[in-house]
């Protein structure tokens, strides 16, 4: 099993088309096409942004003497190649070159855009931070989906990007989407389950009827900006309070249903947005959003007041990392339900990270469960200093769990090869693929399964497949 016949797409940061993981042996591409968001110009069909570059532009690019004049189409961070490259790489100069999991898969990459100005400054993102936004991830989905149906091939889905916005529950248009997918025939979706267990990112709180449960926030120096949001579910509705490092106290603020509430600390720069939903259309629950510009540094209080209850829960999420400063964070967070949209939702499968050299859980491997209760990540696989391509030539190592994601998507090529093209299992999808790899995962001896750091075991195609 190699990946013959099956495709492998990814929403990403776009591809080093040049690299020779990504050639035939005769110097032509094994990328079937491109759509990068970023360059205007030759938009998809059915799509109004960005270029498509096929199979064929990519072949007459790698002829040229300067390949970028005729596909344009770079990856500047490299995590869209190295994901690639892990997944589906194939050095045919070398009898001894890299391979990746799935060296002879097809592969489609689309190039997400930048988030636009209005959102990076909504959502107060630090500068230079990598930021997309969910349309364009659904779009490209859409676009992997309609390449392989135009090919009749099937198709793995990998996505390694994620945020923290939302009520973890699977309820996010996104995951929606996803949850429907995941009956479709021929198509494998795999989600990496983010890197924020240990970002100190998430609190978990319980509150009485006219009760009230103080949270503490350090902001860190030089922190600009940041929101964080706030989850209840339906039978519970909440309000809240909060006090600044110099003292400076906003009293329980009215719960005004979809309306801006701002608030101006007289004796710091610091401005306050906060704004209840409730209901929220998605989920029903209750959704808080506060919003703080230009903080100032050190330990922030928010205070929670119970003023309907029937269990009390509830959840706070700050900005993944990346989108603001480290220091930034709970002083008592809680590591679990740390995985990350789209990955809340029951049927994709989802993976977190362990260290192939020890076979230790790496530390910042999102945890379940969701919100309402579901087991995640479904599996764990290599995510620890994993060695693939970086843009230019050469390589590089990763930690993190879109590369255990990228694994697990080259093992689910190799399952649909299995399935569909040597014709053992005509009718793959993945639900079906997820119940196959998490009945065949490796587990640990003395721990209990499913559990929420690592799902239902360690990724062991091999056995999966002599399981079915």
């Known amino acids: 099993l190699r990946g013959t016949g099956i495709l492998i797409g990814f929403v990403d940061t776009g591809i080093d088309y040049t690299n020779t993981l990504f050639q035939n042996a005769d110097g032509t591409t094994r990328i079937v096409s491109i759509w990068d968001q970023t360059i205007p110009g030759n938009p998809p069909e059915r799509y109004g942004y960005g270029s498509e570059y096929s199979e064929a532009d990519i072949n007459e690019a790698l002829q040229a003497a300067n390949p970028y004049s005729v596909v344009p189409s770079r990856d500047v961070i490299g995590h869209g190649t190295f994901l690639a490259g892990i997944a589906a790489g194939n050095d045919q100069t070398n009898p001894a070159g890299f391979v990746g999991g799935a060296p002879d898969a097809g592969i489609i990459m689309v190039k997400l855009r930048e988030a636009s100005e209005r959102v990076r400054n909504y ?47 699977g309820s996010d248009i996104t995951e929606v989407f996803l949850e429907q997918l995941s009956v479709a025939p021929n198509i494998i979706n ?27 926030i350090n902001v860190g120096e030089n922190e600009f900006g940041f929101i964080m949001f706030l989850w209840a579910a339906s039978v519970n509705r909440l309000s809240i309070s909060i006090k600044s490092p110099l003292g400076q106290v906003i009293e329980r603020i009215p719960i005004i249903s979809q309306q801006n509430q701002v ?26 959003v506060i919003r703080l510009e230009f903080p100032t540094p050190g330990i922030w209080t928010l205070t929670v007041y119970g003023e309907t209850v029937v269990d009390g829960i509830f959840h706070i999420w700050l900005p993944r990392r990346g989108f603001i400063q480290d220091t930034t964070r709970f002083l008592r967070p809680d590591p679990d339900t740390t995985v990350q949209i789209p990955g809340t939702q029951t049927f994709s499968i989802v993976v977190g990270a362990y260290d192939y050299v020890d076979d230790s859980v790496y530390v910042a491997s999102g945890r379940g469960p969701t919100t309402n209760g579901v087991i995640k990540p479904d599996i764990i696989a290599p995510g620890v200093n994993v060695v693939g ?35 053992n299992f005509p009718e793959m999808n993945t639900r079906i693929a997820r119940g196959i790899l998490i009945k065949g995962a490796r587990r640990q001896r003395g721990v209990n399964y499913p559990n929420n750091i690592e799902g239902y075991g360690r990724l062991d195609l091999q056995n999966s497949i002599a399981n079915v």
């Open 123 to 169: 959502y107060l993102i630090e500068e230079g931070a990598a930021a997309y936004q969910s349309n364009d991830l659904l779009t490209g989905i859409n676009y992997l989906i309609g390449v392989a149906f135009e090919r009749n091939q099937p198709l793995v889905i990998c996505i390694g990007v994620g945020n923290n916005f939302g009520a973890h529950n």
């Open 190 to 216: 795999v989600i990496a389950a983010g890197n924020e267990a240990s970002s100190g990112h998430h609190y978990r709180g319980a509150v009485a009827l006219g009760g009230s449960e103080a949270i503490e």
């Open 263 to 288: 608030y101006r600390f007289n004796l710091e720069k610091t401005i306050l947005t906060v704004r209840y939903i409730y209901p929220d259309p998605l989920s029903g629950s209750e959704e808080i």
């Open 389 to 423: 391509p970086s843009p230019g030539g050469g390589f590089t190592t990763y930690v993190g769990t879109s590369t255990a994601a990228a694994i697990t998507a080259s093992a689910c090529a190799l399952l649909l090869q299995w399935a569909i093209v040597d014709g």
